[in-house]
């Protein structure tokens, strides 16, 4: 792996430094140490570092790093164990009781994968709601990764913990112990309003607020969520958690699929961030999120793609073409949420999101967090608007390196901190084992 303690210049075909921005046709990114120092076209920056590495990607877009702002994961062990079921079936009869069998060591491994996965296709952030957070940090810290992590909390035992006592404890220990390490970060996760009491709900905010982390939760999945939640409450989910107190800049509120037109102005109205998840809430037959209307309404709407359980897939690629197109479909209109609207979700959108003030653009004095995405492929050429590539033709698979802080992960196609050939081996004796086939577990 390559620090760079002197300059070093990645030089590309495009330099993409943000979706809204005009692509630098032959740009180059000039990095120093975890942060970029300019961006711009080459003739401009050839003769003024003397003694940099340059590093040349003649047929390269380097554009930021995508943020993948709702994920579990470790889920990608579940990956097609359970297909083709409606949310509550899908997770009572198979998720939680599969989860039940998870331990320390099982989600060490299903986090090298997730990770390789993600690296492989361009997300260099995540932001993660699961099990066993701190194993998971420990992984993310040795790959290199830039995580937010959250530990779930529930009415009931999680498969890591009692209570949520004891999961706020375990959090504020665990952002003492990563205080100094700006690639892992934590968030408070109360799992849904749904699986959560009032009281968790509120107590989750408190702590999530005196500590200043961000709180992350389900909100308005399912049709079901939002009948019950009005049948139990008299209000709608959003509603029900407005008069908690949680909606604020601060929640992260992911799926928000359904939702009166009210609840999309309370939401705007309390800049509250909602994370879409397209390809989940379609196989999870959950509905359609009305995003034109939410970005209409001015609400800040980042990109994720759920568990790997329910997508099959980690690649925000993919994510983001799905949330280009879906909408358009939706309303007979090809020009709501435009490719560039599509791109910003997953990367600027994801940054405001998290309150990172310097990720998910490349800029002088942000973090050096970028993928270049190999256009010498048939399906990216002739490649007039990069933006348009990115979204609505490459997939994860054309990423070819990966940066974060000023660190590759994956350079020239080739994982930097993994050895990708002994994970999958491990990973193909679990398929031969499945590990949940061990229980009953509980
Ligand atoms: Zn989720």
């Keep these: 792996m390559n620090e760079t303690k002197e300059e070093l210049i990645l030089r590309g075909e495009f330099v993409l430094a943000s979706p809204f921005e005009e692509p630098i046709k032959g740009g180059a990114v000039v990095i120093k140490k975890d942060r970029i120092v300019e961006c711009g076209p080459w003739t401009d920056i050839e003769s003024k570092y ?11 877009l380097i554009a930021p790093g995508l943020i993948n702002c709702h994920t579990h994961a470790p889920m990608v062990l579940l990956r097609g164990m359970a ?15 599969a989860e039940a069998c998870l331990t320390k060591e099982i989600v060490k491994t299903a986090t090298l994968l997730a990770c390789a996965e993600m690296i492989r296709s361009g ?12 194993q998971m940090a420990q992984v993310v810290e040795q790959v290199g990764l830039r995580a937010y992590l959250g530990e779930g909390i529930f009415d009931f035992p999680s498969p890591a913990f009692e209570n949520a006592e004891k999961v706020m404890e375990e959090t504020r220990d665990l952002v003492v112990h990563y205080k100094d390490n ?9 799992h849904t309003p749904y699986t959560c009491s009032s009281n968790i709900l509120v107590a989750s905010a408190e702590f999530a607020r005196a500590h200043r982390l961000p709180i992350v939760t389900h909100l308005s999945e399912t049709r079901w969520e939002f009948d019950e939640t009005r049948s139990i409450h008299s209000k709608t989910p959003v ?9 604020g800049p601060d929640l992260v509120a992911v799926h928000c699929v359904w939702l009166e037109e009210s609840d999309i102005d309370l939401l705007a109205q309390k800049n509250v961030n909602v994370v879409h998840c397209p390809e989940s809430n379609l196989k999870l037959g959950s509905g359609i999120s009305p995003l034109a209307r939410l970005l209409d309404a001015r609400v800040n709407v980042a990109l994720g793609t759920d568990g790997a359980a329910s997508n099959n897939n980690l690649d925000m690629l993919g994510e983001m073409d799905v949330a280009a197109k879906l909408p358009k479909g939706i309303l007979q209109d090809p020009s709501v949420v435009t490719a560039e609207q599509a791109m910003y979700m997953a990367t600027e959108a994801g940054a405001k999101a998290m309150g990172a003030k310097d990720l998910g653009r490349l800029e002088p ?9 190999d256009l010498d492929r048939p399906h990216l050429r002739p490649c007039y608007n990069p933006v348009s590539q990115m979204v609505y033709s490459a997939t994860g698979g054309d990423v070819s390196d990966v940066m974060v802080a000023g660190k590759f992960v994956m ?26 086939q061990e229980g009953p577990c509980s």
């Design 83 to 97: 297909d083709d079921l409606p949310l509550k079936t899908w997770l009572e009869k198979y998720i939680f009781p």
């Design 365 to 373: 004095g942000f973090q050096a967090d970028l993928i270049v995405i």
């Design 239 to 247: 509603k029900y958690l407005d008069e908690l107190g949680l909606l």
């Design 411 to 436: 350079e020239k196609g080739r994982l930097v901190t993994i050895d990708e050939e002994k994970l999958l081996s491990q990973i193909r004796s679990f398929q031969n084992q499945p590990f949940w």
């Design 182 to 190: 700006p690639l892992i970060n934590f968030t408070v996760d109360p």
């Design 50 to 60: 003397p003694g940099a590495r340059l590093l040349e990607r003649s047929s390269g």
């Design 123 to 134: 997300t260099t952030t995540f932001v993660d709601m699961y099990f066993f957070e701190r």
